[in-house]
């Protein structure tokens, strides 16, 4: 279901570091648990212009404050995430350890504190393990400057497994790796851009405990890329609903180091834009599809509202609904709870002209209930992948929105996550 | 954990046809089930003056535009309600159908169809079967009319059974019966209030699936009925969250028919005010308690608040967390959750000043985790009644919501309800 607008990339093998000039490490620091990767590190190696967007959570983690600080100029070289624990609420240690992990990198890459961002996950209010993060951030330092020595000798190609523990290491509940690379053939040469993500639970529109990081050897001003990146994440982590809650640690950043030499202009400029949205849309649906204890992926497609917020109200309202992630997961083509769900977004539309369709099966037309075979909801409904329209009727916007369903499996993860 | 207000009034036993003149019964009509009472009626022997709250989903049932046209002239004499089918989306039929109800109530009690108020409840987009809901009425008006003979001849006690059935019919998840009446000696003589409820999953601020009914003898206009009703409503039914989600259904009524000759006036009148309102109070409670699969129930109390509303939207965002739930289920102290959750509320305050506790239990302080004892948190998570509190210090205002964890029993009952 990833964006089928003109492909003028396509995707390849790696991940964040994909893109010349990047590399990343991640390694098993012992931060929560002994056995997983934990602590992640990407590295440009030259200055790269950069770009931010945090979680509107009126509670913010401590390395956000950093992270946001340390981007003002919109440079930066090196990012280091931790998962395991969040660095949230915990007063001034939690500001020391951000600046703590920064300064660190710094030290060992050789980069002034303020050249590094800081992203953590993990359980809010307890102080984290600094001497084992900054231990782990040591080691990952200089497995990331031995794989920088093989890029020096040509053979960065080396390097990538090393990038593939940098996505292991930010992943919490997630169960799969969200890892991806695009190759664009432009005008004046080949762009790459890379990704990973993390986020499983508490997946909501403004970004719950959601971590995304964006590499590009493109050239382009950290103000471009950070409209960009913006956009991107409004029709993309944005539209993503597990449980409703949003975190306090969530943010997404892009790095253009500029390394291919070329700023991609005219048609090239705009599908690089596409690209960049086609990543956000491709990691988005990964986070919905891995939403905890998830066993179906629902996406949400409202047209025909008055204006694009109104579709985006609705669809994310229906993915957010517990009652029909319930249906969902129990297979029971409760159409009336979509319509409920669409009522209580706070968008506009009129109750009797909305049609509602279950894949390509209309289930209710004019706001009323039509007579639909059980026998093909039911088979709709038993697939992996579910689909869900409304058209409004009542304008010329759409949108589209993810999410998962809610199973038992959920309830047992999220009963039992701090301890 | 009811208002402990100055008590004037003390609960006795009986339901809604405990006031002076009114009379209740249910019967089994075999809407939905074969063996479940479904149709409730509620009748008073003399024209009352009456008041609603509806849901604020923009998607309405069929019943509730019936119901708000025939409260224009604020007075009532009957209100039937059906549970099994929610006449809700199914076009011009879902009119017809409630209007038939209305009029059917008034052929056998000898009232005009706007003299009648129509409820329902159960599942949206499929017609209900009118003949039986139709001949369910007939059935319940001709054991009412019993009653009201009993009552004429002074022994309407032996109605109160009747009443208990109707305060049955009304219940769809719900495990327990929601069914409670006040007695008030004021100055004046003897006030009765009344009251029965249902709600279960799908209870939300602006009132999920949720049906109540108050009547009381007093003898108020239906202007002073609605402002009071609303002010109750505000603060109770409100206030409650099982699952985040709104329906198409809900409304809250109340008849006075001044059958005591009383107009409660001065201290009486105050006292009065605040009967109504631990009515409503008592009610929600009981309704949160009863959630969909509910092992636990939630009180957040939140203090310290700039404005009331943000005092209200804190302690709803925590109690409609489905992180917090699944937490209360699991019996996890993450306070962090219970502060994601207020700083996504939309609510302005300062997370650095936010004191978080459970029951009499510090577990974070100026926005900060502090050491406490797991094992007394465990012992307080332990017990069936949970209460989290907030203090803001950052205003005066504060607020009380309910709420209940969410279990894997939840995601059992709405994996099959329309089945």
């Not at 762009?191 to 590499?215: D, E, Q, R, V, W």
């Not at 382009?220 to 993503?240: W, Y």
């Not at 048609?267 to 834009?273: A, C, G, I, M, V």
């Not at 949400?300 to 229906?318: F, H, Q």
Request: glycine share 10%.
């Amino acid at each position: 279901m990833v964006d089928n607008a003109e492909k003028a990339w396509k995707l390849i093998n790696g991940g964040i570091a994909a893109p010349k000039g990047f590399y990343a490490a991640g390694v098993k620091a012992g931060i929560k648990y002994e056995d997983k990767y934990d602590v992640a590190l990407i590295f440009s190696d030259v200055q790269a212009q950069a770009a931010g967007v945090y979680t509107r959570n009126l509670v913010k983690a401590h390395p956000l404050y950093l992270t946001q600080r340390h981007l003002e100029n919109g440079q930066a070289r090196a990012i280091v995430v931790n998962s395991g624990n969040a660095n949230a609420c915990v007063g001034e240690f939690g500001d020391q350890a951000a600046f703590a992990m920064a300064e660190v990198v710094g030290m060992y890459l050789g980069l002034e504190p303020e050249n590094v961002l800081v992203a953590s996950t993990g359980v809010i209010g307890v102080e984290m393990p600094l001497d084992r993060v900054l231990n782990g951030i040591r080691v990952a330092s200089s497995v990331l400057l031995n794989d920088v020595v093989k890029g020096i000798r040509g053979q960065k190609e080396l390097a990538d497994e090393e990038a593939h523990r940098a996505a292991l290491a930010i992943m919490t509940t997630d169960t799969m790796v969200k890892e991806y690379a695009y190759e664009f053939p432009c005008a004046q040469g080949v762009i790459h851009l890379g990704a990973i993500a993390k986020g499983s639970g508490m997946i909501h529109p403004n970004m719950g405990t959601m971590l995304g990081f964006l590499t590009t050897d493109a050239d382009l001003p950290s103000e471009d890329l950070q409209r960009i990146l913006g956009e991107a994440v409004e029709e993309s982590f944005n539209m993503v609903t597990v449980d409703g809650d949003t975190s306090t640690n969530d943010m997404v950043l892009f790095l253009a180091n500029g390394a291919s030499g070329i700023t991609p202009d005219g048609k090239d400029r705009s599908n690089f834009e596409k690209m960049v949205k086609s990543m956000c849309v491709r990691l988005a649906q990964d986070i919905a599809r891995d939403g905890e204890g998830a066993s179906k992926f629902m996406e949400v497609l409202v047209s025909g509202a008055k204006t694009k917020e109104d579709a985006r109200k609705i669809a994310r309202s229906i993915c957010g609904s517990s009652l029909v992630k319930a249906a969902l997961f129990g297979e029971d083509a409760n159409w009336g709870r979509i319509l409920t769900a669409a009522g209580y977004s706070g968008a506009e539309f009129d109750p009797n002209k909305i049609d509602v369709l279950l894949g390509d099966l209309i289930v209710a037309q004019g706001g009323k209930g039509v007579a639909f075979s059980e026998e093909k909801a039911k088979e709709i409904l038993g697939f992996k992948d579910v689909q869900i329209r409304l058209n409004l009727h009542y304008g010329e916007e759409h949108a589209t929105a993810w999410g998962c369903d809610l199973t038992h499996e959920y309830v047992t993860i999220n009963g039992s996550y701090r301890t």
